[in-house]
């Protein structure tokens, strides 16, 4: 089905999210989805603006069309977005383009789960940030995107 606004985020005003564990959504979800996660695995089929906002530590996967402001004020984490190129805040700064071994690992782990990618890429376009944050944070973007 789909999923509302704050999606495996923290309560409005609240300093943790979603800790441990894997949420599943294979339709959209809302704005602020996984904000202010710490060592989750959310897996999305879209989602709205402000995804992945101040992430402390975990991975989200969105298949399809991601709003505006993904990662914005991230720590640390993964954000994967296999859909079109979001637009990212200027505090992101593109640094490689690689093969990550972890990804197939996901790729096997949600496809056992019953969330379907048809084209799992091997190859991704890294965006780092939130600079204005710690900047170890990523945005992952299939290569050619």
């Not at 609240?14 to 996984?34: A, E, F, H, I, P």
């Amino acid at each position: 089905g789909t999923g509302g606004h704050h999606a495996g985020a923290a309560y409005p005003g609240g300093r943790r999210g979603m800790r441990g564990g894997t949420l599943l959504v294979d339709g959209q979800v809302g704005d602020g989805c996984g904000a202010v996660m710490r060592r989750a695995l959310v897996a999305v089929g879209g989602a709205g603006d402000y995804c992945g906002a101040s992430v402390i530590a975990g991975t989200i996967v969105v298949r399809g069309t991601m709003g505006r402001y993904a990662g914005m004020a991230m720590k640390r984490g993964t954000i994967v977005a296999l859909g079109p190129l979001p637009e990212l805040l200027p505090t992101f700064r593109e640094s490689c383009e690689y093969r990550p071994a972890f990804m197939a690992m996901y790729g096997r782990k949600l496809e056992s789960l019953g969330f379907r990618v048809r084209n799992w890429p091997d190859c991704y376009r890294r965006f780092c940030g939130d600079l204005v944050s710690l900047g170890q944070g990523e945005v992952l973007v299939p290569a050619g995107n």
